[in-house]
């Protein structure tokens, strides 16, 4: 009688190890970016928001995990020098995936002692030897294109899927009701060719869906800036992510969408 009751006992046990296992095992969703993607602590301070905060809206997080660890200030260049990047690669595995939006902040100085936050300009294999007033060393600065080949190709080197996602435009309306794409935009997408990482081109969806709505309206979603959404804001940017994630061909992050 009890050898009856124990095998059951047992079968459950091992039943519940496995889901659990399961569970552990589950692919993990890396995005990385600035404060477009991650405003503050991703709270909604001062009414700010980035896309990123809102993902776990539209895809099912009992499959895949979101770690949303983009921060505000950073550039392609400090997102990595910070080692930010370095303890990502300590835990992204094969079947992960990574969305990589930057170039709100590459555009700035090299070695200012406000930010030192800038990169080379281009995709190009130049660099610059600078000393750095921030980090107090020698450093090394590269384009906007080696940075972000060097996460795409980390990434792929651990089995997981590279998206290089343009950068969200700013609020910047011509007086002719038009918003310009964002250079950023066109080297990311070059980066996401010399790569084979896949190209979600975020900047001239949003700048299509703006442009329909017009100045006023779009007006309403930049409480602070031209540059940081609230809520609202942030939410049609997360929005168009996944629709463009949708539009991935044979990217199966698609398949965790709600």
């Known amino acids: 009688m009890k050898i009856k009751i124990i095998i059951p006992i ?18 993990v969703l890396y995005i990385i970016g600035d404060s477009t993607v991650q405003n503050g602590s991703g709270k909604g301070a001062d009414s700010l928001w980035g896309w990123g905060s809102f993902m776990d809206l539209y895809l099912n997080t009992d499959k895949i995990e979101i770690q949303n660890h983009a921060k505000g200030g950073r550039s392609s260049r400090t ?3 910070e080692g930010r990047w370095d303890s990502i690669m300590k835990t992204i595995k094969k079947g992960d995936y990574v ?12 070695a200012d002692t406000l930010r ?8 190009g294999e130049e660099s610059k030897d600078i000393y750095n007033p921030i980090r107090k060393m020698n450093e090394t600065v590269y384009t906007y294109g080696y940075y972000m080949r060097k996460y795409a ?3 792929k080197s651990k ?10 435009p700013r609020n910047n309306f011509t007086k002719e009701g038009k918003i310009e794409n964002d250079k950023y935009g066109v080297w990311a997408k070059e980066v996401a060719k010399q790569t084979g990482a896949y190209f979600l081109d975020l900047n001239d969806m949003v700048i299509t869906e703006y442009q329909k709505m017009g100045a006023e309206k779009v007006k309403a979603f930049f409480p602070k800036d031209h540059t940081h959404t609230n809520e609202a804001g942030a939410k049609l940017n997360a929005e168009l992510v996944v629709k463009g994630i949708k539009d991935l061909k044979k990217c199966d992050l698609k398949k965790y969408i709600k």
Request: aromatic residues 6%.
């Open 10 to 27: 047992i079968a459950l046990v091992v039943l519940i190890a496995a889901s659990f296992q399961k569970l552990q095992n589950k692919p």
């Open 79 to 81: 997102f990595l020098t």
């Open 99 to 110: 969305l990589m939006q930057f170039g709100h902040n590459d555009g700035g100085e090299l």
């Open 116 to 123: 030192a936050r800038g990169t080379i300009k281009g995709i």
């Open 153 to 155: 190709n980390e990434a």
């Open 159 to 168: 089995g997981a899927v590279p998206i290089i996602v343009s950068p969200v």
